[in-house]
């Protein structure tokens, strides 16, 4: 069973729907990555959380330690936020601070 | 300046050739990371480099060697690769790597023919 843990996989929308993704972890972590990859392409790091909210623009992200959730919202969805997004987690102690366990990715296609 | 650069963009050797991708940032981090994607799945940690010494190692084949010839600067060095080495190869930095943002590039495609 993979510690990091994404739903839907896949998620069609129409253009300008409110649009949620999910990630459950099992492990204690110090912080929670998502990660945008555009298809054929790089990956840009679109949050980091380690506690509460954040918000950037039209995307905003939430976690819940307790009960080892996040949440990744998009409000009124374009058809350029296709994209594969992922959630990534740091584990907490140890010695691999720097070491990312990755979820499968939810690939979102936007619809116009 | 918040990018990290990797070059080539693409590139197609042979099972005997020598080549080497490169990854490059300015803003200062102290680690830089190797990971390798297959299609349709997550990036998978390949190396990992802080403050210039290989920190990590997760059990690569030594026909990948990896490189941090000064803080800035990190090469993959390929030889001898197979063809299911074939896939996208990404380089990423951050600042020192505890709770740090990881900044990636755009990733080198390798195809071995």
Redesign the interface.
Known sequence: KNEVEQSPQNLTAQEGEFITINCSYSVGISALHWLQQHPGGGIVSLFMLSSGKKKHGRLIATINIQEKHSSLHITASHPRDSAVYICAVRSRGGGSNYKLTFGKGTLLTVNP | DTEVT?TPKHLVMGMTNKKSLKCEQHMGHR?M?WYKQKAK???E?MF?Y?YEKL??NESVPSRFSPECPNSSLLNLHLHALQPEDSALY?C?S?QD???????????T?LTVL
């Open positions: 990797q680690a990371y799945k997550p990036p940690l990992v802080s920190s990590i990404l990423a951050s790597g505890a709770i740090d943002t990881q900044y990636f590039g755009p990733g495609r």
